[in-house]
């Protein structure tokens, strides 16, 4: 603790658990040591304003705060935000807000790290980022300790899918409930929360269209159902007064599959994969099928197509087959050139005069 002058100015300077705190007073000495002074009475017996707030506030009312006022009214993800706060309730349950230093998110991220990937350590920073955000915007904390922490870097090339025979397997080996879960993910590369919040006023069975109202990028997207999808989803229909078409008995939507789809991996031999992952083998199969990369874009709903560039990987022969339609176009001059019975060396600027074949070579 001290004062010290700046630019004509006095400031005090001090600690409150752990955190630095200084403040400017003004051009007197005697009044900045005065209102040290006080500061350390304050300090002392826990009157202190800035942490008081903070003292009273522990992360397990902070995280019931958050799900009830923002991650479930707001938040089609929030299962997702229930199970990353279990995670982050393990490391900092019973602590006060002001306890939770950007040392302490340090020591969580080094942790964490031991058992899961660098992208799910930072799905939980991120997590536990915004709920911070929220308690400074609720005045219930003054700083977030997690601003300072800087994520793992990700390797978003990583794209796992199932072969044919997995595909078979896990359905075979899925529960009543997930099976038509599984047909429409497989079938409609569509993620899990638009899936689980599926309500039947979104589906078009006239026009064969998925209606997501709000995707992940905040838009409007449609999704084409194929027959398999279209007689699943019809089948599906157990619950005539519940608004949702995936429920459970009493007409609730699911809160989550994750046990009931773990176990049905678990059961096909299938390890190291995740719900995401069928929208990936969606896409896999489709580009591997031959369709092209800015189909599959849209499908996916992305907004680029450097997202959708992860899958062109699966699709060598794209490259061949481009050049062997070339080729054939080829042909058919050459041979035209070869009827004519003459002794002239085929000239190549005649063919790319010919607009049709400009065509094929793109732009």
């Known amino acids: 603790m001290g004062i010290y002058l700046k630019k004509g100015n006095?400031?005090?300077?001090?600690?409150?658990?752990?955190?630095?705190?200084?403040?400017?007073?003004?051009?007197?000495?005697?009044?900045?040591?005065?209102v040290l002074?006080?500061?350390?009475?304050?300090?002392?017996?826990?009157?202190?304003?800035?942490i008081k707030k903070e003292q009273k506030v522990k992360f397990e009312e902070l995280s019931q705060i958050y799900l009830d006022i923002h991650a479930r009214p707001n938040k089609k993800?929030?299962?997702?935000?229930?199970?990353?706060?279990?995670?982050?309730s393990r490391f900092f349950g019973g602590k006060y807000l002001y306890e939770i230093t950007s040392m302490a998110v340090e020591q969580f991220k080094a942790e964490r790290a031991k058992e899961v990937s660098p992208a799910t350590v930072n799905r939980a920073l991120a997590c536990l980022k915004c709920m911070f955000n929220k308690a400074i915007e609720w005045d219930k904390a003054e700083v977030n300790p997690v601003k300072k922490v800087k994520l793992?870097?990700?390797?978003?090339?990583?794209?796992?899918?199932?072969?044919?025979?997995?595909?078979?397997?896990?359905?075979?080996?899925?529960?009543?409930?997930?099976?038509?879960?599984?047909?429409?993910?497989?079938?409609?590369?569509?993620?899990?929360g638009e899936i689980l919040n599926l309500k039947w006023y979104d589906l078009d069975f006239k026009n064969n269209i998925i209606y997501i109202?709000?995707?992940?990028?905040?838009?409007?997207?449609?999704?084409?159902?194929?027959?398999?999808?279209?007689?699943?989803?019809?089948?599906?229909?157990?619950?005539?007064?519940?608004?949702?078409?995936?429920c459970n008995e009493k007409g609730e939507s699911f809160a989550n599959v994750r046990k009931s789809f773990f176990t049905a991996c678990k059961k096909?031999?299938?390890?190291?994969?995740?719900?995401?992952?069928?929208?990936?083998?969606?896409?896999s199969h489709l580009v591997m099928g031959g369709v092209d990369l800015n189909t599959v874009?849209?499908?996916?709903?992305?907004?680029?197509?450097?997202?959708?560039?992860?899958y062109s990987h699966l699709s060598p022969d794209h490259k061949q087959r481009a050049v062997a339609n070339l080729s054939r176009q080829m042909d058919t001059f050459w041979t035209s050139e070869r009827n004519k019975e003459t002794e002239e060396v085929f000239d190549f600027s005649q063919l790319f005069e010919n607009k049709e074949v400009i065509n094929t070579l793109g732009p």
Request: charged residues 35%; positive net charge; hydrophobic residues 35%.
């Open 297 to 310: 874009r849209e499908l996916l709903g992305h907004k680029s197509l450097e997202m959708t560039l992860r």
């Open 10 to 34: 006095w400031f005090i300077d001090y600690r409150v658990n752990g955190r630095r705190k200084r403040e400017k007073i003004g051009t007197s000495k005697a009044l900045a040591e005065t």
């Open 37 to 50: 002074k006080k500061r350390k009475v304050e300090i002392a017996e826990g009157k202190f304003l800035d």
């Open 152 to 192: 793992f870097k990700e390797n978003n090339v990583r794209v796992r899918y199932l072969e044919k025979e997995e595909i078979k397997k896990l359905i075979d080996n899925a529960s009543a409930h997930l099976k038509p879960i599984l047909i429409v993910a497989l079938n409609t590369g569509m993620r899990k």
């Open 77 to 88: 993800s929030y299962h997702s935000d229930e199970d990353l706060i279990k995670t982050l």
């Open 268 to 283: 096909s031999g299938i390890l190291k994969f995740r719900f995401h992952d069928l929208r990936h083998t969606f896409a």
């Open 213 to 246: 109202r709000e995707s992940k990028s905040g838009e409007r997207r449609e999704v084409p159902m194929n027959m398999l999808v279209r007689r699943t989803l019809i089948a599906v229909r157990k619950h005539p007064d519940s608004l949702y078409v995936f």
